[in-house]
Structure formats: C-alpha cells, structure tokens
C-alpha cells in the first residue's frame, strides 16, 4: 500500500541518515511524542516535520515523499532548514518498481547526505549493507544487522541486546520472523 511504502522510505532514509557523522537523526519516539504534544496523527506532512525540528531544536527536518507514475515511481526527498523553513536541498530517484526499491533508496540518501557536505568517499564508507532475513520491519532489520556487525566484533552483550530490541519491534515477537534467507 501507499501507507506501508511511505514508511518504508521514512525509515529507510532515518536509517541510512543515522550512519553519517554529519546528520543528528531525531529518535522515531521523539518524532511520535512530538506529534502527540502538537495534537496531530500521522502521516508527519511537510509543515509538521518542520514544527517537530524546531520543537526538537533540529537544524533542519527532511521530508521524504514518493509518487506512482506509468513508468514507474519516483523517491524523493527535501530538505529543509528549520529556521526560515526555506529548502536547502532536494534529491529524487526514479525506479521502475517495488524491486528496484532498495537501490533506489540508497541513491536517495547518499544525494540526501551529500546536501549536508558529507564527501562522497565517507558516505560509500560508511554505508552497512542490511542483512538479507525476512522481515516486515525496516527497523527491527536495521538492529539485527548492527547485531550482526557487534557479534563479528566480538561484542556479544550488545548483539543480544541489539537482537532483543529487533524482536519487539517484530508483530508476533517471535524469532522465527528473523531468520535468514537462503
């Protein structure tokens, strides 16, 4: 659906913005907590991602969005300082489907980390590939793949952890949602 697709690139973006050293990343909590203090429901629009930044003490809010078209859809994301609330940047994607998404997405938010003057070098550094297991949740499968790094370093007790935190996020709570593709 329309809705889950929204989701999916917000999340995407957050995750892949959570790995640059040059962008803070407001905690999904803080988003949602800051919407119930503004009195208003998801989706966050444009205006209400700028509100939430200048309640968070952001510099900046992006907005993530995506349109349907006969040859495809495109991914785009703005950005925009929270101040003045002017656009600084803006980065869009075009794929032809749902399975080019994942490429797609990570053009978007390397474009999205060059606008906050991230070199291209530290960008394609820093970028961790997520792990291929099935899940539902884009987050919970963020987590199980940082675990996964923690458990190659040897840092078990943040793995489990890491792992736990995945599993919550999971509907059914079960471990057999986590399990790794052949």
Do not use: C, W
């Amino acid at each position: 659906t329309d809705a889950s697709l929204a989701n999916v690139l917000a999340t995407a973006l957050r995750v892949a913005l959570q790995q640059s050293r040059f962008a803070f990343v407001v905690d999904p909590g803080a988003v949602q907590a800051a919407m119930q203090r503004m009195l208003k429901q998801p989706p966050v629009k444009r205006a209400d991602a700028l509100e939430i930044a200048r309640r968070e003490s952001a510099v900046a809010a992006i907005v993530p969005n995506f349109a349907r078209f006969d040859g495809g859809i495109l991914l785009s994301a703005e950005v925009i300082e929270a101040e003045f609330g002017h656009t600084v940047g803006a980065a869009q994607e075009q794929i032809k489907d749902l399975s080019q998404l994942t490429s797609g997405l990570d053009r978007l938010a390397a474009t999205i980390r060059g606008v906050f003057g991230e070199p291209e070098l530290e960008v394609q550094r820093d970028t961790q590939p997520l792990a291929k297991v099935t899940t539902a949740n884009l987050e919970a499968l963020r987590l199980y793949s940082e675990s996964e790094l923690r458990v190659r370093e040897r840092r078990h007790d943040e793995a489990i952890a890491l792992l736990e935190r995945a599993l919550v996020l999971e509907p059914d709570g079960s471990v057999r949602v986590l399990r790794r593709e052949p």
